[in-house]
Structures are given as C-alpha cells and as structure tokens.
C-alpha cells in the first residue's frame, strides 16, 4: 500500500455516522499524535455533521481535528479519492460484507463493528481475504479491552490459574421498543439479529478470549417475550469449550433499559473470577481457593503495563482501546487482539445456537455449512 501517512500518522476514515460511531471519533480524537480522521462517510447528508455537533463538547482542540475531515455519501468514491489505512466500518450490520469486502479490496485494514457480518460463510471469507492481502481485521469487541481483561487472558493462557471447570455468562442488555423502532434494520434477521446477534455476541466473544479456547457444541433456546421485533429478544442455552468447560448464556434485551448488566463468571482450579458491567459500573473479582481477592494485584500490574492514563481512557472507552491496538498492529506488523478470525468465531457461535433452536438439537461448531438468513425468518419463537 502507498505510504500516505501524515507526519507518520495513520488517516482514518468512517463509514456510517450514526450512534456507535461517536465512541470512534472521541478515540481517534484522543490518539491525534498517531491518527487523523480525513473523512466521514455517510449516504444521510446531514448525518456527520449531527454527529460531529453531538460530541463536539468532548473533542480537544476542535477546529484543528475536524480541518482535515472530508464528508462523503459514497464510500467507495471515498475510498478511489483518499486510500485511507484504517476504515472504521460502522454502517447496520447487514451492510457489513459488502462494505468491508470493497475496503479491503481497496486496500484498507478495518475496523469492522460487531457482528462481523450476518452469515458464517462471509465472516470467514472476509478473515481469510484480510490475510491474504496482509491487512488487518479489528473488531468492534469492546470486552476484550476492558481493563485487567488482558491479562486474565494471559494468565489462563500460561495455565498460572489451573484448568478450567465452567463458565457463565449474563447480557441482560434491556431495549425497549422505541429503541427497535428507530431504524427498520433494527432487531431483523437479515440486517441486525436479536440479542444473541446483537448484544450476547460479545459475551461470546469474551468468553472464547478468557478460556483461549474455541467452543465445539451448542444447545440453545429462544423467545421473543416483549419486544416487537423480528429476532429473538431472549435466549439461554449451554456451550461446550474444546477443553471441555461447558459455558452457560443468558441473552436478553427484554429488561429495563435503564438497568444493563452483562456479568462473567469462570470458574477455573486456582481462581474464581468475576467480571461485571452494571448500570455503567464494572466490578472485578479474583478470588483464590483461598479466598484471597487479587482484583487489586491485577490492577496494579495493569497499571504498571498500560499506565494510568490508558486504563482512565479505556474504561471511559473501550473504542479507545480497539484504536491504540490497531495502529499497534498495523506499524508492527502483527495482529490486533480481537482480529478478524474472534470476528467470525462469534458469528458462528451465534448462528450454530440458531440452528441448534431451529432443529431442536446439539450443534456442532465450527458449523460445516452456511447457516442462512433464510433458516433464520423460519424460526419460530
Ligand atoms: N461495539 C459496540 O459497542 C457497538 C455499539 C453499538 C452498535 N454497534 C454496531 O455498529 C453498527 C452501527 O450501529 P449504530 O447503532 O451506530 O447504527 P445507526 O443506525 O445509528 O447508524 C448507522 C449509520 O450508517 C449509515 N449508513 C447506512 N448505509 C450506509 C452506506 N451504504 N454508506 C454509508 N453510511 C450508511 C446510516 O445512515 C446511519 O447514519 C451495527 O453493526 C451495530 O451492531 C457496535
């Protein structure tokens, strides 16, 4: 790829300027020394300067950062004009194939938003694309950057907190019909899925992340209890990891709105560990056989590794962090935390649980064939 980096700084660009993408212009904001935002893209005229107006109280030096942004309706027209080395691709998720396929084709890494895309055959075809052309893939899977996360992950890598036993997982991530009303990709099958799709795929995600691990079998049940969408609302079901821990999943976006949780429990030899998200607030527990809290002792090392400042600026927002690893990947040549293949890892786990609820059996993953959107508009929940 051409060399068109600015004072060695990597151009940006954004594709979709809705909701989500207010956290990637405050990361790309706090990383100006290694990123400049050139251009955003959306085929809504009016929809980046709204978005612009909307966090224009948390961007530093505002004038200077948006001088060097070019808006867009067409992306690839944007893509011909500016070959930009990191597109952020945050259009409805039914978009992202398509999308990511031209970006990389044009020469682009990416930074592609959850769900990867809506089926396992074009996630796989977009990781293995990415790796053919030497780009790289990053996904939107902001649990992996929450603080202290990493290093579990290493910890459970080096076997330093014994085997694992089982797993649990809780998202109950309440959006009421309003929320579902507000654009009609919201809560379908072909353009956004339902709570397993949508906001259980980074639970998933985390868990396969922790357990370093990638599961083999699902048994999964669905419901739409009470929101007036197309998708399930709410799931529960039971994953097997390929080192045997089962994994249990609750999904749901039925409860309140003003009450998100998402919790995590492993249960592993040497630690009990506990991560959780309540209203905003995240809580960590290590607990030893012991029952020694050593959620302190990782903060410290965490602290001692990332620094202050990084752990402030993630916790805020863990976009910032997706940022900071990608250009990290990208000038060293090496793959980001939550590359291209956790990306179609999670779409398979979320489709081999639809298809375990559409033929009422055990599933097997990886899954051997598409699971189709078409299978999907069959269930019957
Ligand atoms: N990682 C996270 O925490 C997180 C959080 C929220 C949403 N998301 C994901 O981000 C994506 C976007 O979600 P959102 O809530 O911001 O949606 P949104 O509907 O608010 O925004 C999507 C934007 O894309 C634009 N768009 C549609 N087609 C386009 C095209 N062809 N070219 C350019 N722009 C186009 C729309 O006009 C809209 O402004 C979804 O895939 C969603 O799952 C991720």
Redesign the pocket.
């Known amino acids: 790829m051409e060399d068109n980096t600015e004072n060695n700084r990597l151009k940006v660009a954004i594709?979709?300027?809705?909701?989500?993408?207010e956290?990637h212009i405050r990361a790309i904001n706090r990383l100006s020394d290694r990123l400049i935002l050139c251009a955003l893209?959306?085929?809504?005229p009016d929809?980046p300067s709204h978005l612009l107006s909307s966090c224009r109280k948390k961007i530093k030096k505002y004038a200077e950062f948006t001088a060097s942004i070019k808006n867009y309706?067409d992306?690839k027209e944007m893509l011909s004009d500016l070959k930009p080395d990191i597109v952020a691709i945050?259009?409805?998720?039914g978009?992202?194939f398509q999308?990511a396929k031209d970006c990389l084709q044009s020469g682009s890494h990416i930074l592609l938003?959850?769900?990867m895309t809506m089926s396992n055959k074009t996630s796989r075809e977009l990781y293995q694309l990415a790796d053919s052309l030497g780009l790289c893939i990053a996904m939107?899977?902001?649990y992996r950057y929450f603080p202290i996360v990493s290093l579990i992950h290493e910890d459970m890598a080096s076997g330093a907190l014994g085997k694992v036993g089982h797993g649990s997982v809780v998202v109950r991530w309440g959006h009421d019909n309003d929320y579902y009303k507000?654009?009609a990709?919201r809560g379908t099958w072909r353009s956004?899925g339902g709570a397993l799709m949508?906001q259980t795929v980074?639970a998933l995600d985390l868990m396969c992340y922790l357990m370093n691990d990638d599961a083999l079998k699902v048994k999964g049940m669905m419901a739409r209890r009470f929101r007036d969408m197309e998708a399930e609302d709410t799931a529960m079901g039971v994953y097997q990891f390929g080192n045997g821990a089962l994994c249990q999943v609750e999904g749901t976006t039925a409860t309140f709105p003003n009450d998100h949780e998402a919790s995590f429990f492993i249960n592993a030899e040497k630690a009990a560990i506990r991560i959780s998200l309540h209203k905003g607030k995240p809580s960590y527990s290590i607990i030893t056989p012991k029952g020694k809290n050593l959620a302190f002792r990782y903060l410290r090392r965490y602290i001692k590794k990332f620094g202050l400042s990084y752990l402030i600026s993630v916790a805020k927002n863990p976009?910032y962090g997706i940022y900071t690893d990608l250009q990290r990947a990208i000038t060293t040549r090496t793959s980001p935390i939550a590359d291209g293949r956790s990306g179609y890892i999670a779409v398979d786990m979320v489709l081999g649980f639809y298809r375990s609820v559409a033929k009422n059996t055990e599933i097997e993953l990886p899954l051997a064939s598409e699971f189709k959107i078409e299978e999907m508009e069959k269930l019957e929940l």
Do not use: F, M
Request: with cysteine.
């Open positions: 594709i979709g300027c809705g909701r989500v993408s956290k893209v959306d085929t809504n929809a309706i992306y945050t259009v409805p998720s978009l992202h999308v938003e959850k769900p939107g899977h902001i507000q654009a990709w956004d949508n980074h976009h």
